[in-house]
């Protein structure tokens, strides 16, 4: 270890990829990197490896960094996050304590890109049929069509916009709601703007694209989950909470809903002994949305630059209070 040594801890490298991603090399040799390839719940677990750290890097929101955890890392004077902002790291509480946050880009056409392959898995039973293909079976499912179909958006925001245009080439009728929706924005989109309680009730396909706040926290529930066709999918690509999870865990067990595509979930890693896991109406995904090879080469060669802008006492891409 060199004596004046700058030690960065990268958090959550579940795919084991931080070293061969980022061209470390390009920063003074005196930066040590130490990848973490396991998520560390335990706040005490998580302060011992993290201790010395100078930079901590966070891979999108998989861990939260509070204002308790950055008390117990007097030595951390830099945090990079990937992606502009982080839900779940006090920038504020950071900046009292001296440290810097900053940021990388990022891309939204691979959210929209899953949210496709949870609806269309569901829609023809893909992974249902995969089990029985290798299983010797042929032929247990039969599909749902999706042109002329309804698909509803829960919001229309930048990668409900993606979701919505893909939607249309599908041949799919699509509507949308959110409390700030513009409809006559949303028309010139081919989107037809209705109130929540259609679009619940009336949908074939709907999929949730808004920002976790109080507001949007628990959105979705057991009214909401009543109100739809006992046919129709429900997929979030967006956050866990959104959606209540114990309500729809009930609805999924008495088949009220047809079925539901989830990457994301309440509690990350989502436990072994969750329900939704041995639920056989839903598609599940481990949070991949963003899990590509070309943004996670842009988070990582960004990560690099943050880091050495850093060093040279000249940061980039601060990410403000907000």
């Given at each position: ?235 979030n690509t967006s956050r866990g909470p959104i959606i209540d999870e114990t309500a729809l865990v009930d609805a999924l067990t008495r088949g009220t809903i047809g079925g539901a595509g989830l990457d994301v979930f309440d509690r990350e ?54």
């Open positions: 270890m060199h004596r004046d040594a700058i030690h960065v801890a990268v958090l959550d490298d579940y795919q084991g990829v931080a070293a061969q991603l980022g061209d470390w090399a390009m920063l003074p040799a005196r930066v040590e990197l130490d990848a973490i390839d396991v998520h560390l719940a335990d706040r005490t677990e998580l302060a011992a490896r993290l201790a010395g750290a100078e930079v901590v890097v966070a891979m999108r929101e998989r861990t939260t960094i509070d204002d308790a955890l950055l008390g117990l890392l007097p030595d951390l004077r830099l945090i990079v996050t990937t992606g502009p902002s982080n839900a779940v790291i006090d920038v504020a509480a950071a900046n009292d304590r001296g440290i810097t946050v900053c940021g990388t880009g990022g891309s939204l056409a691979p959210t929209s890109e899953l949210t496709w392959a949870l609806i269309l898995a569901l829609a023809r039973h893909v992974p249902a049929e995969d089990r029985n293909i290798r299983g010797g079976g042929w032929q247990h499912t039969v599909g749902m069509d999706l042109a002329g179909r309804m698909l509803g958006l829960v919001g229309l925001g930048r990668i409900g916009k993606l979701v919505a245009r893909a939607g249309v080439a599908f041949g799919m009728e699509v509507q949308a709601w959110s409390r700030n929706l513009d409809p006559e924005a949303a028309r010139r989109r081919g989107v037809t703007p209705v109130e929540r309680d259609v679009l619940f009730a009336t949908s074939d396909v709907i999929s949730i694209h808004m920002v976790l706040s109080e507001r949007s926290r628990g959105l979705v529930g057991t009214r909401e989950l009543d109100l739809m066709k006992p046919t129709a999918l429900l997929v890693p989502l436990p072994p002994e969750h329900p939704l896991r041995a639920l056989p109406n839903t598609v599940l995904t481990p949070h991949i949305g963003y899990v590509t090879d070309g943004l996670y080469e842009l988070f990582y060669r960004e990560i690099v630059e943050d880091i050495g802008a850093w060093l040279a006492g000249e940061p980039i891409r601060v990410v403000e209070v907000a």
